[in-house]
């Protein structure tokens, strides 16, 4: 499966949860991906040049022409990393954009793009025999002595995971 | 098609309330009020970028006398009722031409109009508010509340992203700090 992450999935899984030999596993059956944008949005952040490296060991950078639908969607504003990656989805229909806010995951629904999240990769990673559930608790764990904001969905659906 | 001539829904200003009056927000409800239905209509015509209905700047900002008149006419002809005041839903017989009227309004825009009432809603008429003058702030010209609900920028912008109907980006704008800032706030 070809993944289109957006930024904020992106700084959970690689840079606030730690998962990158996890995802580099990931990619042995998987496809990856981040638009230009989501990269410029990742590098801009406060990052060591390790986290650089790292992104581009797991992520392949696609290049996504704008859909013009979705900007009034999102303010007229193309800064988000979202339009980018839905752009992207949409003219692929068979890949799947990873996104965790929640209007975009709302829109993603209205207009028929397939997506997932988060923690809907780490799933996929369970299932795979990637991680395991011990692992998974550790993840939260880190979430809960994280100061970065985490939505209760995905922490409620982190727990439906372990549950699994 | 007949029906629908002879009740006028080859007009926007008929067709698309009821279309909207047709969908279901996030709590499974059609009703909508009447503020509710003036700002989902001007937030799909934001999205659509059309411009079927005429709007004009009021004390509550973005408010169109020919969507209350043709509501008002449909209400007459039977197809929309106030169960309560300030709030309608469709009559029986308006839901019996629901279909036809998707048909002519076509797919995108059943969709768009569906996100709008969505998004909108169910919303607490501050949120509302607070959202149309910033999603169009021309719209604050003669308004009555837009200072007032700009002092509580910070919560309502939260309060919006937190309900899923903005983006951190937008949030961030709308409450004047740096879209890091802004979800640097909510953590803490």
Known sequence: MKYVFDTSAVIYLLEKWGLLEKLLLFTSENDLCIPPRVREEFVSGDLGASDVKNLDRVFSVVQVKLDADLLPYFNYDASDGAVWVMSYTRQN???CCVIDEEFARD?????RVRFTGCIGILKEMHESSIISSRELLQVKERIRKSSFYCTGRLLKELDNCIKA | MSLLVDYGLDSPARSLPILALSLKDRNDQTTMGIMHIQKVMRYFEYLSGKGQIEFSHYKFGAVSYELMENIETLEDCGLVEEPEKDHLRLTALGSDIVSDVRSIVGDEDVRRLAFAKTQLN???LDELMFFMYKLLPET??????????EKRKVPLSGSLFMKGRINSVTAGKWSGMTEKQFLASLSK
């Open chain 2, 122 to 124: 169910d919303l607490p």
């Open chain 2, 140 to 149: 604050r010209e003669h308004s009555t509340q837009a200072e007032t609900l």
């Open chain 1, 107 to 111: 829109l993603c629904q209205f207009l």
């Open chain 1, 93 to 95: 229909p068979g890949d």
